[in-house]
């Protein structure tokens, strides 16, 4: 069984939900339907992103800092919070009101 099972089956679905807004588009549909599953196809694929850096977090970087690697992995985890701050996923603690 692979850890990114769950991030697959979002992104599957995700796919489903791209079809589905391009044959929205196609047919000329209500903009606002249109809209609203492309957010829904969004927050899939933010969720499996999430599960998926989760998964490094708890597998990939324990085991360098076990390795004594640790340096390596912080500049890597670092590169990704930068990554998640500019895509607007994570905020930082002062802005948007937090």
């Known amino acids: 069984m692979s850890k990114h099972n769950s991030a697959l089956k979002s992104v599957k679905i995700a796919n489903g939900q791209i079809q589905s807004v391009i044959k929205m588009i196609e047919d000329d549909r209500y903009c606002v339907d249109i809209s609203n599953q492309i957010q829904a196809t969004i927050a ?22 076990e390795n004594q690697n640790a340096t390596e992995k912080l ?7 930068k990554v998640l701050l500019k ?7 002062n802005s948007k009101g937090k």
Do not use: D, M, T
Request: contains cysteine; charged residues 25%.
């Open 44 to 65: 899939l694929l933010k969720k499996a992103q999430s599960e998926i850096l989760s998964n490094h977090l708890n597998s990939c970087v324990i085991e360098s800092i």
């Open 75 to 81: 500049e890597e985890i670092n590169k990704i919070i």
């Open 87 to 93: 895509w607007g996923i994570i905020y930082e603690k």
